[in-house]
């Protein structure tokens, strides 16, 4: 269950907990994530997957969703993604 804080609000998740889980998810994927205002609540997430290959970003931006495990909207407020391939 997802931690609390004492009003009962969900508490923001942390940039190793978002990387844990995309890793998890697709596994060999390069992860990079920035906190963008330093609050713990707006994140920007590079994700590098040779999964991603042949798929349109749309497909590649769900992916990385899934891994998530249902926290975008939750624990997770925003996330700015940024899908790709690696470099051959």
Sequence with gaps: MADKNSRGCLMPMN??????????????????????????????????????????????????YEALKGRMGGELHALALQTSVPQE
């Design 15 to 64: 940039a190793t907990d978002i990387e844990d889980l995309i890793r998890e998810g697709l596994p060999g994927a390069e992860v990079d994530i920035r906190d963008l205002r330093g609050d713990g609540d707006h994140y920007a997430a590079h994700v590098i997957y040779s999964g991603f290959k042949g798929l349109p970003r749309v497909k590649q931006h769900q992916m990385v």
